[in-house]
């Protein structure tokens, strides 16, 4: 079956500090691999997405790069910021159809100043 | 600028009481999902349509949970009755294969407290 496994939570960083949140995936296929980032009281936002092997996808400073040799796609920022502080969720999607994303349980990043 | 629509936001109820969560899927998105998110669980799937069908529900609870699409700008999730363990945040998120996206665009929820 499919799953998504990303580190547990909270991570707690200070404000410029690297930031590596650990995603690994079971799938059969190539499914497409997302981040999502949600604020507190607000829905899931895309974060970044790659839908091939060796792809990399970014936004606002984070990086994200498909590893199919590994089954990961890491989460990585050079320097946080106070307002990334989100749960960040890793999902994967089969690449087969309309089918439904499958979530990691989420990782709670608090950015302090 | 498309989004996801979801009403009510809020909603307390007392236990019993039957609910009815509202979503507006983006223009043109032909599939629609249904999460629950809680402390515990995190986010589950409960159910999804394509094209208005119900393609699987089985996240559902069938006894008290229903879901449905009376037309292509419209989905509902109804409850009755409620229970006071179905307190949760309820995501309702659209999606189309169309020019090859496969991301699921969601809306803000409705959180549902159950007393």
């Known amino acids: 079956g499919n799953s998504v496994t990303q580190m547990e939570g909270p991570v707690t960083l200070s404000e410029e500090a690297f930031l590596t949140i650990n995603c690994t995936y079971t799938?059969?296929?190539?499914?497409?691999l997302f981040w999502y980032v949600q604020y507190p009281g607000e829905g899931l936002q895309l974060l970044l997405k790659?839908?091939?092997?060796?792809d990399k996808g970014s936004n606002k400073g984070f990086e994200a790069t498909y590893r199919k040799e590994t089954t990961s796609f890491h989460l990585e920022k050079g320097s946080v910021q106070v307002s990334d502080s989100a749960v960040y969720f890793c999902a994967l999607r089969p690449n087969s159809g309309n089918t439904p994303l499958v979530f990691g349980k989420g990782t709670r990043l608090s950015v302090i100043a | 600028d498309a989004r996801v629509t979801q009403t009510p936001r809020h909603k307390v109820t007392e236990m019993g009481q039957e609910v009815t969560m509202r979503c507006q899927p983006i223009?043109?998105?032909?599939?629609v999902f249904w999460y629950r998110q809680t402390m515990m669980q995190g986010l589950e799937l409960l159910a999804y349509?394509?094209?208005?069908?119900?393609?699987?529900d089985s996240g559902m609870p069938k006894d008290r949970f229903s879901a449905e699409m009376p037309d292509a700008t419209l989905a509902t999730l109804k409850i009755q009755p409620s229970e006071p363990r179905d307190s949760a945040v309820y995501f309702c998120?659209?999606?189309?294969?169309?020019?090859?996206?496969?991301?699921?665009?969601f809306g803000q929820g409705t959180r549902l407290t159950v007393v």
């Open positions: 349509f394509r094209n208005r069908a119900p393609l699987d």
């Open positions: 799938a059969t296929g190539y499914p497409s």
């Open positions: 790659a839908t091939k092997a060796d």
């Open positions: 998120a659209s999606g189309s294969r169309v020019g090859g996206n496969t991301e699921a665009f």
């Open positions: 223009l043109g998105h032909n599939t």
